[in-house]
């Protein structure tokens, strides 16, 4: 049934009170587990001192996170901040090359940072798929794309080519990874869209303009080459009326939860928790139930920070970049969980729409579904690991169509038919909650580990059942029917707006 079905105010109030109540109830095992735990040998790798006037340990287990705001901080606000600064005078002085300002200044970040044998290698990549786009084949441009792909992802090629790198340094290999994986997926676009649109005659230098943007150099987003070309090439892009005021938003937001995610990591330890798999399983049920949730909002949060500092430069440099992704609490459907919003625009558009088309028969869904975790499980790095992560998901995307298309058979059909609109909703709703679980076990494999995801399935769906189990399910679908409500909400103000444009 539609979503625009409402429910009793009084029924959606009780649904917010249980979750708030479970919610409040589950993080205050998480902190008390943080406390006893605080200084268990396990644990003292990961939980360190931290900020001296909360007079806690913190958790910093995840080092990326912590490069990117200690010790690369300075260094990441400088390029950033150097970029913004030239891109002003250029827009001022001589708006008509901002786009190759642009290029100039990323090559030089990538040099003064990896060294000039890694832009060398980079080049050679562009090259080599510009060259490839001359033939418009598109299966051709594809396949040297992978090739290349794979190149940064298996040995012995990607050893040979971490060599062009100029001394060692904290994210060495990620700014490595991120750059040429990056570069892979830019040169490949272009040569797509080459290939699509060959009446364009798109040139080498219109490559290394999209390719050396800096703020989508290393960790993206990634937006096709035919909409940032068309975005970059306004020699007088004019501003939306509030576009600053809403850029000043987005800025301060991705500080405010800067500092937000660290004062937790003061408090809960989720990244650490999980590594002590002993300490873990003494854990109450509604605090491991919490902690596999976090680790899967907390690996948004990170997205979502670190997608909002890079979109708001582009933002400054009048682009439209990526969206972060769709919080990971609003989803309970496959087909819209992804924690890189630009990866997944370009393997939707040149890849899983490609084959799938509109995504409602069985066979060409398993196709299209099977050859996009292909490439995502060498984009991610081949091992068992996203191997498992890739089938579940792709597994779980499959079968949400084939429970749609039972859904649809006529005996079940005429059973939903026959119930109203918001007993459907209900209805759906139950399943939408054994999805969202789903979701979260599917994906705290990668995310964590495979031993930590089998000590939560065995204690939330076997040891737990039934009385933990349905209570998590309960829970979550109280969850699911108050986005359920959200979207709702919203669907209606968008029709509102729409009516109120619509000439009379």
Known sequence: MGIKTALPAAEVGLYSLVLSGALAYAGRGLLEASQDGAHRKAFRESVRPGW??????????????????????????????????????????????????????????????????????????????????????????????????????LDPLISWQSGFVTGTFDLQEVLFHGGSGFTVLRCTSFALESCAHPDRRYSLADLLKYNFY????????????????????????VRREGELWRIRAQAGLSVVAIVAVDIFFHFFYILTIPSDLKFANRLPD????????????????????????????ARLDHLDPPQPPKCITALYVFAETHFDRGINDWLCKYVYDHIGGEHSSVIPELGATVA?????????????????????????????????????????????????????????????????????????????SREFTELVAQRLLLRGFPQTTLAVLFVTYCGVQLVKERERTLALEEEQKQDKEKPE
């Open 286 to 313: 509604s605090a491991l139930a919490g902690l596999a949730y976090s680790n899967l909002v907390y690996d948004w949060v990170k997205a979502a920070v670190l997608f909002g500092v890079v979109n708001t430069v």
């Open 52 to 153: 001296e006037y909360i007079g806690r340990k913190m958790d910093v287990a995840d080092f990326e996170w912590v490069m990117w705001f200690t010790s690369f901080r300075n260094v990441i606000v400088f390029a950033l901040s150097g970029h913004v600064l030239f891109a002003k005078l250029c827009t001022m002085v001589a708006p008509q090359l901002r786009s190759w300002m642009y290029a100039v200044y990323g090559a030089l970040a990538v040099v003064g940072t990896m060294g000039p044998w890694y832009l060398l290698l980079l080049l050679g990549h562009c090259v080599g798929l510009y060259m490839v786009s001359l033939l418009g084949q598109p299966w051709l441009c594809l396949g040297l794309g992978l090739a290349s792909l794979a190149s940064f992802k």
């Open 214 to 237: 800096l703020p989508f150099f290393f960790f993206g987003p990634i937006m096709t080459f035919d909409r940032f070309h068309a975005q970059v090439s306004q020699v007088e892009p």
């Open 372 to 448: 996009t975790f292909a490439i995502t499980t060498l984009w991610l790095g081949p091992c068992d690991i996203v191997y498992l992560w890739s089938c579940l998901n792709c597994f779980g995307l499959n079968f949400e169509l084939w429970v749609q298309k039972l859904a649809e058979w006529g005996p079940l059909a005429h059973i939903e038919a026959s119930l109203s609109e918001q007993m459907s909703r209900r209805v759906r709703a139950i399943f939408g909650a054994m999805n969202f679980w789903a979701i979260i076990m599917y994906n705290l494999v990668s995310l964590n």
